[in-house]
């Protein structure tokens, strides 16, 4: 009888992969934040598209997502069934942290959305425009407090290259890191600091509202909808992205990881990827393959060199 | 901290532990960066400051162990307490090797034994069937996710 | 009225049948999962809110709404009865709650829990809905400097949670302090104390450390006694509140209220904190200060009212500006945009009948709550007859499950381990367990927004008292030092004549 059951198991388990296979995702964070939400999200539409029939999402927080890369790269080598999620703030962690596990560890296996950064400053701030704020930067750098997320991370890179660009010294900013989003945004309300950085959907609604004063968004182009400038325009070459990623397990022969890239890319043209992504307010920035890889190795170079110019990385 | 030592002794022992963890504040602060940049109180200032006070304390736990003033703990019976301390250190060595429900029930099971209850398979036994049912609701109706071990594979998903 | 007529469309839509069994369905469902220990309020909303998908906006919100009060509520149970609170709002709860329970009084102090849950959860909810853009307003005023002020004065307080002996009391706190070193320093990056281990990096989770303490702790310490007590296990008298008990909790219920609402309301305030403040509270303002410590009902009432209160004040920012200030709001907040509700400034504008909708929704969960719960007094107390091998087998399995559930690292579990064993030392030589984990909670806090404060003012130290707020914070915690000083003096005080003995 045991036998029997074991048996339809392992038929079970040789005749499906053969049409799609289950995923497991860890978020390598906790539950409510983005990389969560970004495998929660891939979970629900690989499952409803039927790209795989079981899509299991477990978190492992710490470390900015380190700790849960780290274990990945152990614990699923070869393992074609196993995925990460992750992102431009592991990029700044792995460096920061000194984490011995990098991407270089696993199998990127495409970009998948991303988000802008915004500068923005307490609408009863007599800061008008981003020429103003460098203004007041270079005058004195210590007089102008920047509110954003945790230190090393996408926020206080921005305000780093920002810095750099304007031929301010990146470690004379006085960048004040608040724990989550919602600190660093009642800072910015409360007219506690003089300018603010987050993601553009984060300050959305507030700049609506006109509670606040959108100075400046940090992607290439300007944004559909968004009615402000580009740091570029405004004379500082500084192009920053918040993308969220998919990896894959490492030691994966080639026709596994091309399987996996199949799948992903599946689920990146299915329709109802494009609703989840509209419905969270997400910009599709899919890219895969060597575009990715290319873009991954540029990203963690120039990292590297702004980390170092603040002073996070020896 | 031997349950059978006298409270004198045990203030000593309370105090030097107080100490050595001011000593590893003191030593980590020290290898810390110095700058505290706009704020001037850096990361390691903190801990110092907290170093310093658990060093007071210390001070003031070996005068009052000199007076005998902490309590005298009731005598212990040590059994239970290895029972259960064996349970969970099972717990945490099986847990990824046979799972959630068995390392579960070695842990209830133990526990329970520490607590008088015999024989200990039938104790086990009764933190299978707990486990099983914590797993069947958390893991898979909840999707909290819980390390499966083979008996999890098998149940749930054979 | 406008509002006064949308609160009660909202009622009225709420009051369909098939929304009041949603409503009870998220009430037992939260209260479930909540009371086990090891599983606080965020894991709880987290683990149940799919639970909420697919239902139409009304049945969900309502269902979401009993989920949040009822894990909320849930932990005050183990804590009382088991002195196993399962998260940290609940943990001063354990202190007066849990000797009630050893004196066989566990029935009334769940009644006082739950009935000042209610009142609470009533008060603030119809606060939350009527003057939430005024009170927000005011929260944001205050920066890193009044919330340092605040810190201050809850370290002050704290005392209050040291028991009989203050060097002992102090020990434990910077015990809990020092632990609070570890990990990533919040403004600089600098690992503190993680000895290269990452999953040390984000610092030693609170739960851990409660759950570990208190629960794996207590159970070490009852299992080595040779002559096990019997007083936990015999219920003396009704599991119902006495008129006396009535008489000296409704004042509780309603200071813990009016300290959990604003503070619960403030960007970095947190139930946990209103819980500490609202039993300092009661230990200050009661006529029988010598049950404190012994099983005083104020000790139990007020904090839970404050972590309720505190709880329905989390929603104040969460939706007026979008911005989730604890872990649980940030899971509410991914919940809200499941059927697409924005929270922000113009929440209250563009999504007008559901958010009224929602606080309809919280108010009926409210009562549900407290429909459910007094009856199931009486058989939580049942939860004491269960044999004690198996009772505490079951405490050790839930209470590992939370950590296994959330990070199933082995670094955690020998934590778990270790800080268990420390609990049992700490029970074995008198010392409080509660003022770990306020260090533990407090600690990073404290520093961070003084850091925060003069980082902002460029290392300009009067800043700190240079806001009205802030300067009345600190000056009211100057006097909490001082005047039991003076009180000594008079040959009263306890607590400062024993720091002075001890070094004498």
């Known amino acids: 009888m045991k036998h029997a059951i074991l048996g339809v198991a392992f038929a079970a388990a040789l005749a499906v992969p053969a049409f799609a296979q289950d995923y497991t995702i860890m978020a390598p964070a906790n539950p409510g934040g983005g990389w969560d939400g970004t495998a929660r999200a891939m979970q629900e539409v690989m499952q409803a598209e039927g790209i ?18 780290a274990q990945f790269a152990a614990d699923s080598a070869g393992d074609p069934t196993k995925l990460i999620v992750g ?140 009615d402000a400038p580009t740091i570029k325009e405004a004379g500082f070459d500084v192009v920053v992205e918040n993308w969220r990623m998919v990896a894959a397990a490492p030691g994966l022969t080639p026709e596994q990881v091309a399987k996996i890239s199949a799948d992903i890319e599946k689920l990146n043209a299915s329709a109802g990827w494009t609703k989840m992504l509209a419905d969270k307010g997400w910009t599709n920035t899919y890219l895969a393959g060597d575009a990715f890889a290319a873009q991954l190795e540029a990203d963690t170079a120039a990292t590297e060199g702004v980390l170092r110019d603040i002073g996070l990385v020896k | 901290m031997s349950p059978e030592r006298r409270p004198r002794g045990a203030a000593f022992v309370i105090a030097a532990g107080l100490a050595g963890l001011a000593a590893l504040l003191l030593v980590d602060a020290a290898g810390l960066k110095q700058d505290g940049g706009y704020a001037g109180v850096g990361p390691g200032d903190v801990p110092r400051i907290i170093a310093y006070g658990l060093l007071v304390l210390s001070v003031l736990t070996v005068m009052s162990g000199l007076r005998g003033d902490l309590p005298k703990p009731p005598r212990q019976a040590p059994a239970p307490v290895f029972w259960i301390l064996g349970g969970l250190g099972l717990q945490l060595a099986l847990l990824h090797v046979a799972g959630f429900v068995i390392s579960g029930a070695i842990l209830f099971g133990m526990t329970a034994r520490g607590f008088g209850q015999t024989p200990l398979w039938k104790a086990v036994a009764v933190g299978m069937v707990l486990a099983l049912v914590i797993y069947g609701v958390f893991d898979r109706i909840l999707q909290l996710n819980l390390p499966a071990g083979p008996l999890e594979r098998l149940i749930f998903r054979g | 009225m406008e509002s006064f007529s949308l609160l009660m469309q909202g009622l009225a839509a709420a009051m369909d049948p098939m929304i009041l069994l949603y409503a009870l369905i998220g009430v037992t469902l939260g209260t479930a999962v909540g009371v086990l220990p090891g599983i606080g309020p965020a894991l709880t909303v987290a683990l149940l809110l799919p639970v909420t998908y697919g239902l139409d906006p009304a049945g969900s919100l309502i ?26 709002a609940s943990i001063v709860t354990a202190i007066e709650g849990n000797q009630m329970a050893r004196q066989g009084r566990g029935g009334p102090a769940l009644a006082t829990a739950a009935i000042g ?89 609170t739960t851990t450390l409660a759950v570990a303490l208190f629960a794996i702790g207590e159970a070490l310490a009852v299992a080595a006694m040779l002559t096990p007590s019997d007083g936990m296990h015999s219920v003396k008298g ?3 509140m006495t008129g006396q008990d009535w008489r000296r909790s409704w004042k509780a219920w309603l200071r813990g209220t009016f300290i959990g609402f604003p503070i619960g309301s403030m960007p970095a ?47 104040v920012p969460l939706l007026t500006l ?14 809200f945009q499941q059927f697409g509700l924005q929270p922000g400034p113009l929440l209250f504008v563009m999504n007008a009948e559901l958010v009224w909708t929602l606080i309809a929704s919280l ?63 700490m029970r074995l030589y008198g010392y409080p367990i509660a003022p770990v984990v306020v260090g533990l909670i407090l600690g990073p806090m404290a520093e961070q927004q003084l850091r925060r404060a003069l980082a902002i003012a460029q290392g300009d130290w009067t800043t700190l008292v240079s806001t009205p707020v802030s300067a009345t914070l600190l000056g009211i915690s100057a006097i909490f030092l001082v005047v039991p000083m003076l009180m000594r003096r008079r040959g009263r005080g306890q607590v400062l004549s024993q720091v002075a003995g001890d070094a004498d």
């Not at chain 3, 183990?78 to 399962?86: E, K, M, V, Y």
């Not at chain 3, 979008?322 to 649980?328: N, R, Y």
């Open chain 3, 322 to 335: 979008g911005l989730p200030t604890t872990a649980t709001a940030a899971i509410m907040l991914a919940g």
């Open chain 1, 87 to 226: 992102g431009y703030v592991m990029v700044g962690a792995i460096l920061t942290n000194a984490s011995p596990v990098t991407l270089k560890d696993v199998t990127p296996i495409a970009r998948l959305t991303g988000d802008t950064q915004a500068i923005v400053v307490p609408a009863a701030s007599d800061i008008q425009t981003l020429g103003d704020l460098v203004e007041k930067l270079k005058a004195d750098p210590g007089a102008v407090s920047w509110a954003g997320g945790s230190a090393g991370g996408t926020d206080h890179i921005t305000v780093g290259l920002l810095a750099k660009a304007a031929g301010v010294d990146p470690t004379k900013i006085n960048y004040v890191a608040f724990s989550g989003g919602g600190e660093a945004m009642a800072a910015i309300l409360g007219n506690q600091v003089t300018a603010g950085v987050s993601s553009v959907g984060e300050f959305a609604e507030q700049v609506k509202a006109g509670t606040m004063r959108l100075l400046a968004v940090s992607s290439a182009e300007r944004l559909p909808g968004i």
């Open chain 3, 117 to 205: 849950s209610f009142v609470a959860g009533l008060i603030a909810t119809l606060l939350l809905a009527f003057l939430a853009p005024q009170v927000v307003k005011l929260a944001l005023t205050l920066g890193p400097r009044e919330y340092f002020a605040l810190m201050v004065l809850a370290f002050v307080t704290v005392s209050a949670t040291f028991g009989d002996s203050a060097l002992r009391g102090l020990t434990s706190l910077f015990i809990g302090l020092a632990l609070a070193c570890v990990g990533i320093d919040g403004l600089t990056g600098a690992a503190r104390l993680t000895y290269g281990v990452p999953q040390l990096m984000d610092g030693i989770e």
């Open chain 3, 269 to 315: 305030g947190g139930a946990d904190v209103a819980s500490f403040l609202s039993y300092a509270a009661e230990r200050k303002l009661t006529k029988h200060p010598e049950e404190f410590g012994k099983g005083a009902i104020e000790g139990v009432a007020g904090p839970e009212a404050a972590n309720n209160a505190a709880a329905a004040g989390t929603l």
């Open chain 3, 63 to 88: 269902m979401f709404a009993g989920i949040y009060y009822g894990g909320m509520y849930g932990g005050s149970t183990t804590s009382i009865l088991l002195n196993t609170p399962g998260e940290s």
């Open chain 1, 52 to 69: 795989a029939p079981s899509v299991e999402v477990i978190n492992v927080p710490g470390a900015g997502g380190t700790v849960g890369l």
């Open chain 3, 363 to 425: 108010l009926i969960a409210n009562l549900m709550l407290v429909v459910l719960n007094l009856p199931l007094i009486g058989l939580w107390i049942k939860l004491l007859s269960i044999p004690r091998p198996w009772l505490y087998g079951g405490i050790l399995l839930f209470a590992t499950l939370g950590t296994i559930g959330v990070n199933p690292s082995p670094v955690e579990l020998g934590m778990l381990i270790l800080f268990g064993l420390m609990g049992y030392g």
């Open chain 3, 238 to 240: 009704s599991v119902r």
